[in-house]
């Protein structure tokens, strides 16, 4: 398995596995892409992507993957407080990635803005991790 398939599903794992967070969703609402008419709020994978970054010492990957919250409670507490329940999950977890070893977790950035059609708020956050082979 890639270090990023199995990074993407550590992730999923974690977030689905957190008892305050599927309270603020009113579910296990993480998705890899929403599907349509999925209600508010949830959480989906947005981005993922992956360098290179291997030499003498070993296969090395460092990854980006982008988180994003979508919310329509009618301000941004919702979207920030999903957000600071995220970052409280993944931040320097020590997480379990299927033939690879993770080296860091790092939750670099969270924001939230309201969408063009004024009624929606995205939370976005942005994860920075480190992968070794096994």
């Given at each position: 398995?890639?270090?990023?398939?199995?990074?993407?599903?550590?992730?999923?794992?974690?977030?689905?596995?957190?008892?305050?967070?599927?309270?603020?969703?009113?579910?296990?609402?993480?998705?890899?892409?929403?599907?349509?008419?999925?209600?508010?709020?949830?959480?989906?994978?947005?981005?993922?992507?992956?360098?290179?970054?291997?030499?003498?010492?070993?296969?090395?990957?460092?990854?980006?993957?982008?988180?994003?919250?979508?919310?329509?409670?009618?301000?941004?507490?919702?979207?920030?407080?999903?957000l600071a329940a995220m970052t409280a999950?993944?931040?320097?977890?020590?997480?379990?990635?299927?033939?690879?070893?993770?080296?860091?977790?790092?939750?670099?950035?969270?924001?939230?803005?309201?969408?063009?059609?004024?009624?929606?708020?995205?939370?976005?956050?942005?994860?920075?991790?480190?992968?070794?082979?096994?």
């Open positions: 398995m890639s270090a990023a398939l199995a990074l993407q599903m550590a992730l999923v794992t974690a977030l689905r596995a957190d008892t305050p967070l599927i309270a603020l969703l009113g579910g296990a609402a993480i998705h890899d892409g929403a599907p349509q008419g999925t209600a508010f709020p949830h959480v989906t994978l947005a981005d993922l992507s992956s360098l290179d970054y291997s030499d003498s010492a070993g296969e090395r990957e460092e990854h980006f993957a982008t988180l994003l919250v979508f919310s329509r409670a009618g301000g941004r507490r919702e979207a920030l407080e999903i999950v993944l931040d320097n977890a020590a997480l379990a990635v299927t033939g690879h070893t993770l080296v860091s977790l790092v939750v670099e950035r969270t924001e939230a803005r309201r969408q063009p059609d004024g009624k929606t708020w995205r939370g976005l956050m942005r994860v920075r991790a480190v992968t070794e082979a096994e």
